[in-house]
């Protein structure tokens, strides 16, 4: 089982930077395919990014390539979302979550098992 606890959200101007963490429990962590999801007001949940458990490839959703990137520290079981040129449509709860242990997961949500709470991210312009 894995437990996950995002950090590092807040106010940010358009063009600003974040980085967001998310501390997971577990010994799975190193064996899961984590990602990061994000929520607007009235929209659906969407994938942001993901990082494979196996071999440390990465997808990006479109809006977000070459802006953001996602990283994971196994030894610290922590993973990493770098957000770069943030602009207000990137405002959002933003979610970590991992997929069930062996599991290489991509971009649809229902793979996900394990979610934290979210943090949330303002970008003003």
């Known amino acids: 089982q894995v437990q996950l606890v995002e950090s590092g959200g807040g106010l940010v101007q358009a063009g600003g930077s974040l980085r967001l963490s998310c501390a997971a429990s577990g010994r799975a962590f190193s064996r899961s395919t984590v990602g990061w999801f994000r929520q607007s007001p009235g929209k659906e949940r969407e994938f942001v990014a993901a990082?494979?458990?196996?071999?440390?490839?990465?997808i990006y959703t479109d809006s977000v390539k070459g802006r953001f990137t996602i990283a994971r520290d196994n030894a610290k079981n922590t993973l990493y979302l770098q957000m770069n040129s943030l602009t207000p449509e990137d405002t959002a709860v933003y979610y970590c979550a991992a997929g069930s242990s062996g599991a290489r997961v991509g971009i649809r949500s229902r793979d996900y098992v394990y979610w934290g709470q979210g943090t949330q991210v303002t970008v003003s312009s």
């Open positions: 990082i494979m458990w196996d071999d440390g490839s990465t």
